[in-house]
């Protein structure tokens, strides 16, 4: 499965990225379920090495397992 990075802004204005293995539209839909919104897709930035863990260990990016539940602010 390919990675995909996604820039997203929760409801505070305060933005970060997630990591997935997710495709494209489900990704989309998970971000915006838990109260973000999806600004961007940032995959050409990164090498085909580069794996969700180390991009959530080395990076602090988010992933699907980690992401906090921000619906409640909306």
Do not use: W
Not at 18 to 35: H, P, Q, Y
Not at 58 to 72: A, R
């Amino acid at each position: 499965m390919a990675l995909n990075v996604l820039l997203i802004a929760d409801p505070h204005g305060a933005c970060g990225h997630i990591a997935s293995t997710k495709d494209r539209d489900s990704l989309v839909d998970f971000v915006e379920d838990r109260g973000y919104e999806a600004v961007e897709f940032q995959n050409d930035d990164y090498e085909p090495e580069d794996t969700v863990s180390r991009l959530s260990q080395e990076c602090g990016y988010f992933t699907i397992k980690d992401l906090p539940d921000m619906s409640n602010y909306l």
